[in-house]
């Protein structure tokens, strides 16, 4: 067999003989016009050979003993042909038309799972018992075990290299646990046979993930635990607890996505102890996403119903899990409907900076539009001494309209442990309005230990920003408007220097002030 590098085609291609061979002169005879005729045929060839052979070996599920008939497991055949591709030298496992009935695939390195439109991979009930058992790990206090647990997954990888999930088919979770099952005295991560999440991939390196649909993603369509260098790419989902999680992880870009989750955050950073230490999820940029809280379902049949329930999510959030911290991230050009917005988390000891977020419209927001928080619960080892800090956020270009009255713009830091150095700029938030005049003197408190959601503290002091504990905030071109009077101030300012406030028109009513500073 002749083997070819693409180094030596190229070589081959620039060689000043080459080039002058395929140029014909008149000059020549026909013994030396069929020799180069003959050369030219044999890099032809060897230029073939070549390409065919970097182009990866497509390896046919079916060919594998899949049937695809969603009735009969199809994971030990799709498995068969990732363990031959991965004997091989690497590939692509293709998915043809059909549904797969599945427990664990277990991806590898250099496979590419595709799945082919038309396919679908749907996760077998826990009854069939075909889910890979639970991990054993130490030191589940620290974190919940959906962050825990990777082998009682529907596709997952560990310690992989170069994993791909791609195509135009879909993922059905439909026999996954939603619940978190170490609350209900079960097995951390569930029962053996019981499968949790529908993409896991932990500290797996050069990852795509593209084109598919995930359906009922069960505990979390995608997490990723300790990953780098990865692109999460127009994918969809649609589920009733997380959409993406992004635990512990660097350089990943998320572009272009649809993320409907009514009962649960969309796509969430976080920086868990899953790895037995804290690490920062850091250098993320997502961009061109859409992230909806409708009715679950809906958004994939195209009824787009908007939830009823109190509580709607569908979020981007930094946290909750919040060990070692996120660090330069940035967020641009997404759209929210039927959401509670943005919120950003930093309660267990780590560290958050430089955040940016930029170009985002909101639409029909549940309870605070922009929620930005340090705190003390410190889920993690006691011997640790660390205290949580937060600097360096900017946010611009903000339009929400239709936003609960409950709370604004909230941002509190700690007593003595002030957030340092936030910009809020070119903000337009519309407010549903009708908070009393009393509240402006009710004692707001952050969360501090507790969990970190301010539904639970009800309605700030101030119907358009409320910050506490803060040294450095700067507010420049901000509009609130309410649909109905509130009495509130519109801005409140509680143990906060070196603050900046400017060009700020409000809905201020009559014997209210636009920004109190206690």
């Known amino acids: 067999m002749i083997f070819i590098t693409h180094h030596q085609i190229l070589s081959l291609s620039l060689h000043p003989k080459v080039h002058q061979d395929f140029q014909v002169q008149k000059y020549k005879t026909n013994d030396q016009k069929k020799a180069m005729k003959k050369r030219i045929s044999t890099l032809l060839c060897l230029l073939a050979l070549a390409m065919s052979s970097m182009q990866a070996k497509d390896y046919n599920v079916k060919d594998f003993g899949a049937i695809g008939n969603g009735k009969v497991l199809d994971h030990h055949a799709i498995n068969t042909a990732i363990d031959s591709c991965v004997a091989h030298g690497g590939g692509r496992v293709v998915l043809p038309a059909g549904t797969y009935l599945c427990g664990s695939i277990r991806m590898k390195n250099h496979v590419e799972l595709h799945l082919m439109a038309g396919s679908k991979i749907l996760a077998a009930p826990a009854s069939m018992k075909a889910y890979d058992e639970a991990e054993v790990f130490e030191g589940t206090a620290y974190q919940d075990g959906g962050h825990t647990y990777f082998k009682n997954s529907l596709i997952y990888a560990i310690g992989a290299n170069d994993v791909s999930i791609t195509g135009r088919g879909m993922i059905d979770g439909e026999g996954l646990t939603r619940r978190d099952t170490e609350k209900g005295g079960n097995l951390q991560g569930g029962n053996i046979g019981t499968g949790d999440k529908a993409i896991a991939l932990k500290q797996c390196r050069n990852i795509l993930i593209r084109d598919v ?31 993406f999680d992004i635990d512990c992880c660097k350089y990943l870009t998320i572009s272009n996505c649809k993320i409907n989750t009514p009962h649960d955050d969309a796509l969430v950073l976080k920086s868990s102890y899953a790895l037995k230490k804290p690490v920062l999820t850091e250098h993320i940029a997502i961009t061109n996403c859409v992230i909806t809280g409708y009715k679950f379902g809906t958004f994939l049949d195209g009824t787009y119903i908007p939830e009823k329930v ?62 930005i928080t340090t705190g003390c619960r410190n889920r993690g080892p006691k011997e640790r ?48 309005g009708g908070g009393k005049a009393e509240l402006a003197k009710k004692e707001y408190r952050e969360q501090g230990t507790n969990y970190p959601e301010p539904r639970f503290a009800k309605e700030t002091p101030a119907f358009g920003l409320y910050a506490r504990h803060v040294d450095g905030i700067e507010v420049d071109n901000v509009s609130f408007t309410t649909m109905k009077p509130d009495y509130r101030p519109a801005i409140m300012l509680d143990d906060v220097k070196n603050e900046r406030i400017t060009n700020i028109k409000a809905d201020v009513q009559k014997g209210s002030k636009l920004v109190i500073k206690k």
Not at 220 to 238: A, R
Not at 341 to 357: K, P, R, S, T
Request: with cysteine.
């Open 385 to 432: 001494t660390t205290v949580s800090t937060g600097r360096d956020i900017m946010i611009s270009n903000v339009i929400a309209n239709d936003v609960d009255s409950l709370a604004g713009i909230i941002v509190t830091g700690m007593p003595g442990l002030p957030l340092r150095n936030i910009s809020l700029s070119n903000i337009r938030l519309q407010y549903r």
């Open 310 to 371: 109190n509580w709607v999510c569908g979020r981007f959030k930094l946290g909750t899990e919040s060990n070692g911290g996120y660090r330069n991230i940035s967020l641009s050009n997404c759209t929210f409907m039927y959401s509670s917005g943005l919120a950003f988390e930093e309660v267990d000891q780590g560290l958050m900076e430089n955040i940016v977020v930029n170009n985002i419209t909101m639409n029909h927001v549940h309870h605070y539009p922009i929620y």
């Open 213 to 243: 649909t995930i359906y009922r993603g069960g505990h979390f369509g995608i997490i990723l635990t300790g990953c780098e260098l990865g692109t999460v790419d127009n994918v969809i989902i649609d589920t009733n607890r997380d959409g």
